[in-house]
Every structure is written in structure tokens, then in C-alpha cells.
């Protein structure tokens, strides 16, 4: 088995990975970015709020992004998913070639292949799931007629019939913001239940509330989305669905490590990070997310590019604690 050592291993390539090795690679760090190749928004033709890249592909984007860290010698891109992840103690790793060699955590990462790899930092940017509600015909249409974010794709559907897909009482908020760009927005409750607070906040807008049971997504024959069909048999109308999927943070390296994690306000449980990125388990970082399901393309590049630099910042701490304690020895 393979054993390799690296001052910083990226899990996953998206927006927050690949902008953490920008920061690395520019500070002449040896980095290996590891990814599986799924970024979130794989399934959107056209990606948005973007400053100098709106309406363009997400993944032109990725693509570029690797083409220009081809640039720094350092950096190596490329794919495998990682599977398991542990702290070593503080002692340099027997056979690192990360130098200088000094003190300081280190983490062993294990990939679905077996093979096993060393690093004196890791960051986690391995982004996250959208559980979808268990709607049928839904899942053939998210990114095309049916999408989760007001501001990635609110702007395409102005003016169109638009349903928002509740799948918890949250989405009121979702739907109150598509008001903002039709006059013609309604809110399936799918079984949410509303408090009349909310309810009369839908109407008191224009907002129609739909309470009958969604049974299914439609779409016509070339794919394109057509309506929502209720278990009534009646189908209505509409041009674009925005829906509240669940997000299931891609974080199994960062359990296994024992980062701290607490409840997010839009479901499940997220990893704990500091300003910069860095979690409870010294020498690992996230950023991206894996550690916010809100952090959009531009939150997720500004999250990669601060941990990289934080990142760099320590192990240049770590570099001058070696070269002290080296010329101590030296008298
Ligand atoms: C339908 C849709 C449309 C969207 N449109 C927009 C938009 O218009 N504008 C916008 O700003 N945002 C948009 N987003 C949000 C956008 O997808 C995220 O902001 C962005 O992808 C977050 O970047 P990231 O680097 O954190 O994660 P990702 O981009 O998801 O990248 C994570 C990478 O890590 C890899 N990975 C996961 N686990 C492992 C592992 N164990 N080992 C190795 N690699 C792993 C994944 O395969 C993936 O390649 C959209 C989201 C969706 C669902």
C-alpha cells in the first residue's frame, strides 16, 4: 500500500477546495486535492450570483479553476474519495517528506481504494447532499425545472407561475422571497404544517396556499417540467418548482476525526468552524458546505481561500517553533 506525505491534503475539488489550493499552492506548499467529482450543483446548466461568471456553467468554472492551479508545481489535483481519517500524535511522521519536518499535528487519511496517505494539515471542502422530499418526478428535474436557492435561480422563473414545494413550515420564508419576483407564486404545504401567523402572511401577499396532497412532478414529453399533480388527480400548472431539500453534509473524514459538530437552523448537524475554517481536531480544517448548507459558489470560495491561508499561517507558526528549537540545540 502506498504511503505518501503531503503539508496539506484538500478533500473535494468544488469551489471551497480548489480555492483553498489557489491560497496554498501560491504559498509553495506541497497540496493534494482529492475528489470524488460531484460538486453540488452539477445538475444546474447555468450558474448565478456569481461576480464575472453569472449564467455560465458550474462546472466551466471547476474546470477552469484546475486549469489555473496547473500553474503551481506544488499543487496536484486529481480524483479518489476519502474514507477515513485520523490524528497522529505531534511526533513528525517517520518517511514525511513535507519539509521542514517539525513539530506538529498530522493526519493519516485512508482512500475507498486502500491506499493511505499522510499530511500536516487537512481541510475538509466535500459539500453536502440535497435529500429531496420523496416526491415522484422531482429528482429528474432539479437544476432544470426544480431548484432549491431564490437568489441562484429566482431571477430566471420572474414572472413565471411558481410553486414552492414545502417540504416544512421553513419554506414559508423560501416562498415569501419568490413574491419578490412574481406575482403568481403557490405554496404547496405538502403536509407542513402552518402556524396562521404564517398562513396569513402567504395570503395577506398574494401568495395562493395549496393544502391538497402533492402526488407527483410532471413533465411533458421532451422533459421539460409541466406541472405538480396533486392525489386528487388535478394537475396545476407550473414553470418552476422550488423545493426544501434536507442537506446531508458529505462528512464521514470529519466524524471519524471527532470534530465538533451542533444543529444548523436548516437542518442537521454541522461541523463547528472558527472564522478561518479551523475545527475542534487540531491541524483539520473545513470549509465550504460541509459546514453550511447556505454557503453559496462565491461563501464557498471565500471559506476555501480564508482556511488556506489560515492553513499556510500555521504551518508557518509551526516552521518557526522548528527552526527556534533547532537553533537552540545548536547554542
Ligand atoms: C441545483 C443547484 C443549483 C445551484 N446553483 C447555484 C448558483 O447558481 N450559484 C451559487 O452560488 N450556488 C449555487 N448552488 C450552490 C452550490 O452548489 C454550492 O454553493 C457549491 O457547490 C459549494 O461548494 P463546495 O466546494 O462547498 O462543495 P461542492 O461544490 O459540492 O464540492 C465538493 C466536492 O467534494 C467531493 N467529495 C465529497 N466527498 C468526498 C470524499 N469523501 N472524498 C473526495 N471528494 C469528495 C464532491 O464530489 C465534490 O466534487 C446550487 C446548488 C444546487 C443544488
Known amino acids: 500500500m502506498q504511503q505518501t506525505s503531503w503539508d496539506v491534503i484538500i478533500v473535494g475539488g468544488g469551489s471551497a477546495g480548489l480555492s483553498a489550493a489557489l491560497m496554498l499552492g501560491r504559498s509553495r506548499r506541497r497540496v493534494l486535492v482529492l475528489d470524488e467529482g460531484s460538486p453540488r450543483n452539477r445538475f444546474a446548466g447555468h450558474m448565478h450570483g456569481v461576480l464575472g461568471r453569472d449564467h455560465t456553467s458550474p462546472l466551466d468554472l471547476l474546470a477552469d479553476g484546475r486549469a489555473e492551479l496547473e500553474r503551481y508545481e506544488g499543487v496536484t489535483v486529481r480524483g479518489g474519495i476519502a474514507v477515513d ?3 497522529l500524535d505531534d511526533a513528525a511522521e517517520p518517511g514525511s517528506t513535507a519539509e521542514p519536518n517539525g513539530r506538529g499535528p498530522r493526519v493519516a487519511l485512508e482512500l475507498a481504494d486502500g491506499e493511505r496517505l499522510h499530511a500536516r494539515r487537512l481541510l475538509v471542502a466535500s459539500g453536502l447532499r440535497d435529500a429531496l422530499p ?3 418526478g422531482l429528482a429528474e428535474q432539479w437544476g432544470r425545472g426544480a431548484f432549491i436557492c431564490p437568489y441562484c435561480d429566482g431571477w430566471e ?3 413565471r407561475r411558481i410553486a414552492v414545494l414545502a417540504a416544512s413550515a421553513a419554506q414559508v420564508h423560501q416562498a415569501q422571497l419568490m413574491r419578490q419576483l412574481s406575482v403568481d407564486v403557490t405554496f404547496f404545504a405538502h403536509g407542513a404544517e402552518l402556524t396562521a401567523e404564517a398562513r396569513a402572511g402567504l395570503i395577506a401577499r398574494g401568495i395562493s396556499v395549496e393544502d391538497r396532497a402533492v402526488a407527483a412532478v410532471v413533465a411533458d414529453d421532451g422533459g421539460r417540467l409541466r406541472g405538480i399533480r396533486l392525489v386528487v388527480g388535478t394537475e396545476l400548472a407550473t414553470d418552476a418548482i422550488f423545493a426544501g431539500p434536507v442537506p446531508e453534509p458529505n462528512d464521514p473524514v470529519l466524524r471519524r476525526l471527532g470534530a465538533d459538530r451542533a444543529p444548523h437552523p436548516m437542518g442537521g448537524e454541522f ?3 472558527d472564522a478561518m475554517g479551523r475545527t475542534s481536531v487540531p491541524g483539520v480544517w473545513a470549509a465550504g458546505n460541509v459546514t453550511d448548507p447556505r454557503s453559496s459558489v462565491p461563501f464557498a470560495m ?3 481561500s480564508m482556511a488556506g491561508a489560515a492553513i499556510n499561517a500555521d504551518l508557518v507558526e ?3 517553533r522548528a ?3 533547532a537553533s537552540v540545540r545548536r547554542g
Open 318 to 320: 509551526e516552521e518557526v
Open 271 to 273: 461541523v463547528v468552524v
Open 323 to 325: 527552526a527556534l528549537a
Open 85 to 87: 481519517a485520523r490524528a
Open 302 to 304: 471565500a471559506a476555501g
Open 134 to 136: 420523496p416526491v415522484p
Open 157 to 159: 422563473a420572474r414572472d
